[in-house]
């Protein structure tokens, strides 16, 4: 019953929108995805937000591998909101979130107070490798109906990769400042609150992934830890990506276009990497930009 309703808020807010200033359409458009995301939230045992490009896909591929071990799942389906629950009942429902459209349903923008009540994971990742990435998704990957709703620059654009990481857009470094500094204030009004960094977890994996299943109280095993780890290295998500392991589970691991290595879902993983894009002045006036704004609680100053 509710796929039915969604789709159809679905259609008839898009043809309500054709009629809309550009504006209010957006708006509109944000408060119906907000919706669906509250209603998960309702739902869900769990919570995984993250700002794009944080290594959320890859953590959703490892939770995933063991889940598939323990209860013997297919290998080809992420695990999404509830379709891991609907194979097995004692599998709960987790809801994975990048957190920007919550906020446009309940109002709550500069707050978490939606997401005190529930056992939250934070996904932080340095926001200059963020915003590298995100350059890359937009010039290789977003959706055309989410440029404007997320204020990308319009497609086609000609902005160089400096003026994207340091500009006033969806995409750009201080976009992410600003969502993990009000993280930062409201973390601990959070019952049960985790913080995951991508950092830490390229740099010991297997301790991260134990501290994390500990937090969501599952019982592993070192053996389940060890195989989900290897089943989601860097390789071998590379591999699966290449030739479309996950296509039941939709595009969210499919490259755009097979030949063009920055359309790839997994592209670099590597740490630090943006400093390979830039002269030395721009990564000096980056750094400094990130140390005057960032909350040191999460170490990238």
Same mark, same amino acid.
């Given at each position: 019953?509710?796929?039915?309703?969604?789709?159809?808020?679905?259609?008839?807010? %898009?043809?309500?929108?054709?009629? #809309?200033?550009?504006?209010?359409?957006?708006? @509109?458009?944000?408060? %119906?995805?907000?919706?669906?995301?509250?209603?998960?939230?309702?739902?869900?045992?769990?919570?995984?937000?993250?700002?794009?490009?944080?290594?959320?896909?890859?953590?959703?591929?490892?939770?995933?591998?063991?889940?598939?071990?323990?209860?013997?799942?297919? =290998?080809?389906?992420?695990?999404?909101?509830?379709?891991?629950?609907?194979?097995?009942?004692?599998?709960?429902?987790?809801?994975?979130?990048?957190?920007?459209?919550?906020?446009?349903?309940?109002?709550?923008?500069?707050? !978490?107070?939606?997401?005190?009540?529930?056992?939250?994971? #934070? #996904?932080? %990742?340095?926001?200059?490798?963020?915003?590298?990435?995100?350059?890359?998704?937009? !010039?290789?990957?977003?959706?055309? /109906?989410?440029?404007?709703?997320?204020?990308?620059?319009?497609?086609?654009?000609?902005?160089?990769?400096?003026?994207?990481?340091?500009?006033?857009?969806?995409?750009?470094?201080?976009?992410?400042?600003?969502?993990?500094? @009000?993280?930062?204030?409201?973390?601990? !009004?959070?019952?049960?609150?985790? #913080?995951?960094?991508?950092?830490?977890?390229? *740099?010991?994996?297997?301790?991260?992934?134990?501290?994390? @299943?500990?937090?969501?109280? +599952?019982? *592993?095993?070192?053996?389940?830890?060890?195989?989900?780890?290897?089943?989601?290295?860097?390789?071998?998500?590379?591999?699966?990506?290449?030739?479309?392991?996950?296509?039941? /589970?939709?595009?969210?691991?499919?490259? %755009?276009? !097979?030949?063009?290595? =920055?359309?790839?879902? +997994?592209?670099?993983?590597?740490?630090?990497?943006?400093?390979?894009?830039?002269?030395?002045?721009? +990564?000096?006036?980056?750094?400094?930009?990130? *140390?005057?704004? @960032?909350?040191? +609680?999460?170490?990238?100053?």
């Amino acid at each position: 019953m509710h796929m039915i309703f969604k789709r159809v808020l679905k259609w008839l807010v %898009r043809a309500i929108c054709k009629f #809309l200033p550009e504006e209010q359409a957006h708006q @509109l458009e944000r408060w %119906r995805r907000g919706r669906e995301e509250f209603w998960k939230y309702n739902r869900c045992e769990y919570i995984f937000a993250s700002y794009g490009k944080s290594g959320r896909t890859w953590v959703r591929v490892m939770i995933s591998r063991y889940y598939q071990l323990v209860y013997k799942l297919p =290998d080809n389906i992420l695990m999404g909101f509830d379709n891991y629950t609907r194979l097995n009942k004692d599998i709960p429902k987790m809801f994975f979130t990048h957190d920007n459209y919550i906020k446009d349903y309940t109002g709550d923008a500069d707050t !978490k107070r939606p997401f005190y009540d529930k056992p939250v994971v #934070l #996904l932080a %990742r340095d926001p200059r490798d963020v915003a590298v990435s995100q350059f890359f998704q937009w !010039k290789f990957r977003i959706k055309p /109906s989410k440029v404007a709703i997320n204020n990308y620059p319009p497609r086609g654009s000609d902005i160089s990769l400096f003026d994207f990481v340091m500009g006033d857009n969806g995409g750009g470094m201080g976009a992410m400042v600003d969502y993990l500094n @009000l993280w930062a204030k409201e973390a601990d !009004k959070v019952s049960r609150f985790h #913080l995951l960094r991508y950092e830490d977890l390229r *740099a010991n994996t297997h301790e991260e992934l134990r501290r994390l @299943l500990d937090f969501m109280q +599952v019982n *592993a095993s070192e053996e389940q830890v060890a195989a989900a780890v290897e089943y989601s290295s860097y390789e071998n998500m590379k591999k699966m990506e290449s030739r479309q392991q996950f296509r039941l /589970s939709g595009g969210r691991m499919m490259p %755009r276009d !097979k030949d063009n290595p =920055d359309s790839y879902k +997994v592209r670099r993983a590597k740490v630090g990497g943006y400093r390979d894009y830039f002269t030395d002045e721009e +990564v000096a006036a980056i750094d400094q930009r990130l *140390a005057e704004t @960032l909350d040191p +609680v999460f170490g990238y100053r």
